[in-house]
């Protein structure tokens, strides 16, 4: 049968964001994908190292537009270990809350991109909806709804505000309660499991070979999580689990996230149950003073992608000297992607690509 | 694991529900009390300083000039500018507005044709009344820049998570109560580490260098203390100022009073990093490496070796004169030496200052009084110019009923200091509320001390004004009362009271209706039925200085013209009405401080530098 070359994206409108794959199919069969990132790439790093520490802090947010939080924890964090600021443990506590808050909130805006592009456009809405919910608890805490630049090094920005833990307790009760609405209609819906079940396929080893992070190695039987491995904030605090599917199918990733909002949920309940008083905030020093010794330190998280890693170097001066991000998206959008798709339909492409849950943001930076 | 082709349709109950969808613009959705929107800036408040520009990672602030605002210590007439097409509303200008004046609002609307709009100067409902709207006439179809709401604060600053540190790196200090037990200097003064913190808090606005009357580059020599490089530092203090180990120690430090951490915490401590500077260089010499420039041929006297004469002499001296300075004191430093006490000022201090200035090749004559060991008139003759700092040198007195039985401030102070230490009295009264008064008081009690030892004995001061118009300074009325010094405030001296043998017995007051009249000026009233009567057996007066111009001739004296306030008037070159004499200090200014000394000496040595060099008209 005659090749042919097809170029999925930009335009295309079964794309998610910025980016683009070129396929050579034969019929509707995928020969060979090739990612072409780019379309996105604002220099972010090359800018860290024209601003003073504060002022990195507006613009890391900004990398990742679906989910800026743990950007500004990795640079908080990697600011922390170079200058040596130590975090009080309720500002570790109020970071954990956030963070899980923001893997919610993301997962919810994954799960209304992978159900918009399967064609169920009701869930898609609730869940547009739900994370509207926890936008909402951001504008309240940080003041922004998307950028909130609240995670600061020694602590956070502002502490809750009264009464603040309540309403997180009833929004989380909120969305929780729709959760049964959500498997009938979605998660034990037959038409998500004949769309999802053995498409874009990935084996425990070559998810590992790839390096494959988050949801996508946790699908394939691997339990790993940086929060366990490397517990950073209050992650020791409390007891949870890491939600583990073996199949290594789009439909198992899916079903991790939708696990994974569940045990967060649950975690922040417990967090909030455990939440000490005391400061939230270590003042950091005067900004237009602040030089740090040199001096170079990787940090990693658990982002709701998977590990997401900072490697920032000082000089001893007032600005960055390098800072290079370790982003999931990066070896799933480029390698992982290409693999994945192989002999997989032209019309799965949207299906493979979200439940691998790539952000272009991520990729290109 | 149970699929379903059939469960799916439970969703259709939600076809029942009540949306969630606002019906914008007829349903609002409030944003949070936190919201990041448009500024406003109290302009009462604002200080100018211009942090918020500098901390923008957007340049989107520029600090403009509003010519209808006028510039004054502390505060200059530029405010921010917001271009709301760079801005990120992050919110880093809020945390870092030392007066807490920029405040973010929830307004997020502007819709206007105009993109010159979105640059935008933003002031608040005082300032800017007729742009802002309670929430019964605010309608969001005309939102925009001109049209928002009342009381509408969100993202607004607060101290605890500011970015800058509302709180001085304490100062240590001699307790109170082995302090007042000897003239150890009770200011132990900063560490390195202390230092460097304290240095750390500046946020180089500057706002501080234009109250300063010297105008000292403060920032940059706080700076230097920063970098750890207290030589750099002392550099730039040299440049304005040859007296740092005396002005580090007593300055007034109106810069303190400008500093922008001062609005909403405390000050920076730029008087002791300066003390720091001075006492951490062991080698002036060789830190600043500073030499007289080449010979000019000209000759110049200096009378009076306070602040002002040695500045003078030492600017001069840079620029190449001869100078002589002629002072009656055995030392330099002339009220300072005399004046300040030894726990505040030790003589050490002074002569650290005075013999770098020595060492640049200024000549001192001592003990030297003019118009009795040197004439003013010979000087006149064999030199250029003549500048006169000869400062307030005696003591005024209250004038009451036996009133010389009382002790004279000025006196009693150079006695303890540099000569020999009166007896002095079980139960002492100071007469006055000014920082002379508490000067001697705080001397009396550690007097006592010595004199008296574990006897009981007390300090009282007497003085006009109530305790919110005392002239004395804030800190200086907290050491005392730390020293358990004894106030009366609002009391006036009427009588001292004395026995058959003349020795004193106490001093008869009348409480204070009013210490100034309408017009600001000093007029006291009393009330003539409410008296006091204070036990003491030594009264020491501490109620103000006069100058002492005896040295000048008469038919010189003439000649000269003073201001209204009992100044010598002297022009933009610091000439007075007689050509070639030249004034600086208490004599011409009205602060009367050391720092104003200095600055006026700078004008001076620069009017002489240009009157010599013939570019100015005799007078």
């Known amino acids: 049968m005659r090749e042919l070359e097809l170029y999925f994206g930009p335009q295309h409108l079964g794309m998610v964001g910025n980016f683009s794959i070129t396929l050579q199919v034969e019929g509707d069969r995928i020969v060979k994908a090739t990612a072409n990132p780019g379309f996105l790439h604002r220099g972010f790093e090359k800018l860290m190292e024209q601003r003073t520490w504060i002022q990195n802090f507006p613009l890391v947010c900004r990398i990742n537009v679906v989910e800026p939080d743990h950007m500004e924890l990795m640079y908080a964090m990697a600011v922390e270990k170079l200058a040596g600021i130590e975090v009080p443990e309720r500002a570790q506590f109020i970071r954990s809350i956030y963070l899980e808050l923001a893997r919610v909130g993301s997962h919810l805006f994954g799960l209304w991109a992978y159900a918009n592009m399967l064609g169920f456009d009701t869930v898609a809405n609730w869940a547009m909806y739900h994370r509207d919910l926890i936008l909402d608890l951001f504008e309240e805490l940080t003041g922004g709804r998307v950028y909130h630049i609240y995670l600061w090094p020694g602590g956070v920005r502002r502490d809750f505000p009264e009464g603040f833990e309540d309403r997180i307790r009833s929004t989380l009760h909120t969305i929780g309660s729709c959760v049964p609405d959500y498997d009938d209609t979605f998660f034990h819906n037959r038409l998500f499991y004949e769309r999802a079940h053995e498409v874009g396929k990935l084996s425990l080893e070559e998810a590992c070979r790839m390096g494959a992070v988050g949801q996508v190695l946790r699908a394939t039987g691997m339990k790993k999580d940086i929060r366990k491995t490397e517990p950073y904030a209050a992650y020791d605090q409390v007891d949870w689990e890491i939600p583990v599917r073996t199949d290594g199918d789009a439909y198992s990733r899916i079903w991790v996230v939708r696990d994974e909002m569940i045990e967060s949920v649950h975690m922040i309940f417990k967090l909030l149950d455990k939440l000490p008083k005391g400061e939230a905030y270590q003042r950091i020093p005067n900004p237009f003073k602040w030089k740090i010794p040199e001096n170079e330190v990787y940090v990693r998280c658990e982002s709701s992608r998977g590990e997401l890693g900072l490697y920032l170097v000082s000089e001893g001066g007032d600005k960055p000297c390098r800072a290079h991000f370790r982003t999931p998206s990066y070896s799933h959008g480029l390698t992982i992607l290409e693999k994945a798709l192989e002999n997989e339909s032209i019309a799965d492409v949207g299906n493979i690509m979200i439940s691998l849950y790539i952000t272009a943001p991520e990729i290109d930076r | ?619």
């Open chain 2, 1 to 619: 694991m149970s699929q379903s082709v059939l469960k799916p349709f439970k969703a259709i109950k939600y076809l029942f529900a009540t949306p969630k969808t606002l019906r914008y613009p007829f349903e609002l959705k409030e944003p949070a009390l936190r919201y990041r929107g448009f500024h406003v800036n109290d302009w009462e408040t604002c200080t100018g300083c211009g942090n918020c520009a500098d901390i923008c990672p957007n340049q989107a602030i520029e600090m403009i000039e509003i010519p209808e605002l006028v510039s004054e210590p502390g505060k200059t007439n530029k405010r921010p500018r917001i271009d709301y097409g760079r801005c990120c509303f992050c919110g880093l200008c809020i945390d870092i507005c030392p007066p807490g004046s920029l405040k973010l609002t929830r307004d997020y609307f502007h819709i206007h044709f105009d993109p010159e709009t979105f640059v935008f100067v933003p002031k608040d409902e005082q300032t800017e009344p007729g742009k802002y709207f309670p929430s019964d006439e605010y309608s969001v179809l005309k939102a925009s820049l001109s049209h928002r709401r009342k009381d509408y604060d969100g993202f607004v600053s607060d101290l605890k998570y500011s970015l800058f540190d509302p709180e001085r790196v304490p100062m240590p200090v001699v307790p109170p109560e082995e302090r007042i037990l000897s003239f150890i200097e009770h200011i132990i003064g900063y560490d390195r580490e202390e230092a460097r913190k304290e240095a750390a808090r500046c946020l180089e606005c500057r706002l501080c260098e234009e109250a300063c009357p010297a105008h000292l580059k403060i920032s940059d020599y706080i700076h230097a203390i920063f970098e750890d490089k207290p030589e750099e530092s002392l550099k730039k203090i040299y440049e304005d100022n040859p007296i740092p180990s005396i002005c580090g120690r007593v300055c007034m430090a109106h810069c303190e009073k400008a500093c922008s951490l001062s609005i909403r915490g405390e000050a920076l401590s730029i008087r002791w990093l300066k003390r720091y500077a001075a006492d951490t260089v062991k080698d002036f010499k060789t830190a600043l490496e500073l030499h007289p420039g080449p010979p000019t041929g000209k000759k110049v006297a200096v009378i009076g070796a306070g602040p002002g004469g040695l500045s003078v002499a030492y600017f001069l001296r840079l620029n190449g004169y001869e100078v002589k300075v002629y002072d009656a004191l055995p030392g330099g430093g002339g009220t300072m030496r005399t004046g300040p006490p030894a726990y505040r000022l030790p003589l050490e201090s002074i002569d650290r200052d005075v013999d770098y200035i020595c060492s640049l090749g200024v000549e001192f004559f001592f003990n030297t009084r003019v118009g009795k060991d040197v004439l003013f008139e010979d000087l006149l003759k064999e030199n250029d110019a003549v500048f006169l700092g000869t400062g307030y040198t005696r003591s005024r007195s209250t004038q009451v009923k036996n009133y010389e039985k009382c002790e004279l401030a000025l006196a009693f102070l150079a006695d303890t200091k540099i000569g020999k230490p009166s007896k002095v009295g079980r139960e002492i009264i100071v007469i006055g509320g000014g920082n002379v008064a508490l000067d001697v008081a705080r001397e009396a009690i550690r007097l006592q001390h010595i004199q008296y030892p574990g006897e009981k004995t007390v300090v009282k001061t007497v003085s006009l004004e109530d305790w919110d118009e005392m002239p004395a300074t804030e800190e200086e009325i907290r050491e005392a009362r730390e020293e358990h010094i004894q106030f009366h405030p609002a009391w006036g001296p009427k009588e001292v009271v004395v026995d058959e043998s003349g020795k004193i017995t106490g001093l008869q007051c009348r409480k204070v209706k009013s210490v100034f009249n309408e017009q600001g000026r000093f007029a006291p009233t009393f009330h003539e039925d409410k008296e006091m009567f204070m036990e003491g057996d030594m009264i020491i007066e501490a109620i103000g200085q006069v100058p002492d111009f005896s040295f000048i001739p008469e038919a010189l004296f003439n000649k000269l013209e003073f201001t209204e306030r009992k100044k010598l008037r002297v022009d933009e070159n610091g000439m007075t009405s007689i050509s070639r004499v030249f004034a600086g200090g208490d004599i011409v200014n009205t602060n009367m401080d050391a720092v104003t000394a200095i600055a006026d000496a700078k004008i001076a040595a620069q009017g002489i530098s240009r009157y010599l060099a013939g570019e100015t008209v005799s007078a």
